[in-house]
């Protein structure tokens, strides 16, 4: 059965060229105007993934975002976004979006961050790659699991869960979303190994968005203003050129 996406923009243009697009794509797709028809739409027919302009009449985009994430609502969340500044993606990160496509953009990429959003959700077989084949090539750092098993992540004081995705740094609970979550094991699983940005985004996203792109700087800082403590070591380090490593000093 093809995956069913809810497109939120306001804008008429906008809607219909992506509509049309994602119906081309192969996606069942369901096309609103505002906030207020995506939440209806959201609550009676719930989709795969959600696809929300950030700035609509009404209600808008981090709205619904808020409403669903605070409703239990863990359906993966694209929003689209003409405001550019990190803050302002941030934003968007802290009302519970998955990821964020800048306007004006490539569809290409929206249907890149579509699927990569969707291979997160959906299970695979045992042993399978979850999406992004061999991509990583030589490239890809090696996995190094501390203290880990089917359900268990522990490393440099952070303790998760992974079949209830909940996470703690000692004994607070941290809120993440969906992507921080995924980033934050990726990193604990390799506890003291440098990963490259391209393996990152192949182990996160399943595309690399190339060295351009501030897509993965925004989650870490994200992620790290969730994680620091006053007092307390810093776990996230960048290494300049390279990528990121969570180590505790």
Known sequence: MPQTVLL??????????????LTLEGYEVTAVADGV???????????????????????????????????GDRTPILMLTALVETADRIAGLDAGADDYVVKPFDVEEVFARLRALLRRTTPVA?????????????????????????RQVEAAGLRMDLQARRAWRGKRE?????????????????????????????????YDFGPGSKNLAVYVGY?????????????????????YVLRED
């Not at 939120?8 to 697009?21: G, K, Q, T, V």
């Not at 959201?42 to 808020?66: E, F, K, N, S």
């Not at 979303?177 to 440098?194: P, Q």
């Open 8 to 21: 939120a923009e306001d804008d008429r243009a906008i809607r219909h060229a992506l509509e049309r697009a």
């Open 37 to 71: 028809e995506a939440l209806a739409h959201a609550h009676r027919t719930p989709p795969d993934i959600l696809l929300l302009d950030v700035m609509m009449p009404g209600i808008d985009g981090l709205q619904v975002c808020r409403v669903l994430r605070a409703e």
């Open 126 to 150: 045992a042993g399978g790659s979850g999406g992004g084949g061999s991509s990583g090539g030589a490239g890809t750092a090696p996995v190094r699991e501390a203290h880990a098993d089917d």
């Open 174 to 206: 941290l809120e993440l979303t969906r992507t921080e979550f995924e980033l934050l094991e990726l990193l604990a699983r390799n506890a003291g190994i440098v990963l490259d940005h391209s393996t990152i985004y192949d182990r996160i996203w399943g």
């Open 223 to 243: 992620l790290r203003r969730k994680l620091d403590e006053p007092g307390a070591p810093q776990l996230i380090h960048t290494v300049r050129g390279v990528g």
